[in-house]
């Protein structure tokens, strides 16, 4: 976001805080459901998406019902010669789109995987303006249902959580999905941490992010606290890969040694100098997710 309508925004927030704290946090979650990426547009991101845009031409499309609107589909599949009959799922990032999982598209169909990914709400082709991690893990498992079963999950940053609660299915959604592997890049545990941190970037006071967190529970049907990626991972029985930089400056590298440690299941494999976004389109990366998906369970990077 730019700096001059981020000052406007805390300058409101806090304004609002101080005068009427029930209403602004309500109006701060509208915002904070709404996908904006706070690096603002970037050439970089411009060109992912028109290469994106390029690669994704190839796939099937598909249009897939979803609550009142649609979600935004691509399958690709391997060559013939290569096809395991598995599929995988690719869940983006925030303020993202299908198109910046590319390099996993072309890492696991080379590896002979079928791979679905999708547009989550409110981001790319799909429809709606607001969403959070359990109204994408309903859209997962709508696109589940249609080009599924999937095999494996992937789930970058914001994308992990929205695999995890899709996996976990406890009320408000109404089902859970299985799958045999899943892999997490660069994903957050504890979501209240990142209540916590658009709070202070937003300018929040602590009745309105008390108000705040209050609507998140009421629509989550759980408290804040317990929205702990960790804690659904700890109890799914399934080889479960976290790959994270320990240079992260969006979800620290502590989130996902909290990831680690949740259950006997789960490998860490760090990776040096990439960053949050970097890491997306790191060969080496995408090389240990297919290996891991393939049935290794402890991938390694090469030396």
Do not use: C
Request: no cysteine; net charge positive.
């Amino acid at each position: 976001m730019k700096r001059l309508a981020l000052t406007a925004m805390r300058t409101g927030f806090q304004l609002g805080s101080a005068v009427a704290p029930r209403t602004t946090g309500r109006i701060a979650l509208g915002l904070f459901r709404r996908p904006f990426d706070p690096m603002g547009p970037n050439p970089r991101k411009a060109q992912v998406i028109e290469t994106g845009r390029a690669r994704f031409a190839a796939a099937e499309s598909h249009r897939i019902r979803y609550g009142s609107g649609h979600v935004q589909a691509y399958r690709f599949l391997p060559d013939p010669a290569l096809d395991r009959g598995q599929t995988i799922g690719l869940v983006h990032g925030w303020a993202n789109q299908a198109y910046f999982m590319r390099a996993f598209v072309d890492g696991l169909t080379a590896a002979g995987f079928r791979v679905v990914a999708l547009d989550l709400p409110a981001h790319g082709d799909s429809t709606g303006r607001e969403t959070d991690p359990l109204d994408g893990a309903r859209a997962l498992q709508a696109v589940a249902a249609a080009l599924g079963p999937f095999d494996g999950l992937v789930g970058y940053s914001f994308g992990g959580s929205v695999t995890a609660f899709a996996l976990e299915g406890r009320r408000p959604l109404t089902a859970s999905l299985a799958v045999k592997r899943l892999a997490l890049v660069s994903a957050p545990d504890a979501i209240v941490d990142i209540t916590r941190r658009f709070g202070a970037m937003t300018g929040l006071g602590k009745a309105a992010q008390s108000a705040f967190e209050q609507v998140l529970t009421r629509r989550s049907g759980r408290s804040v606290d317990e929205l702990n990626v960790s804690r659904i991972i700890g109890k799914l029985d399934l080889p479960i890969l976290v790959v994270h930089a320990r240079d992260d400056r969006e979800i620290p590298f502590s989130d996902a040694e909290a990831l680690a440690r949740a259950s006997a299941t789960t490998r860490l494999l760090p990776v040096d100098g990439l960053g949050h976004r970097r890491i997306l389109y790191a060969p080496e990366v995408v090389s240990a997710v297919a290996a891991f998906m393939q049935g290794l369970e402890n991938p390694r990077f090469p030396q």
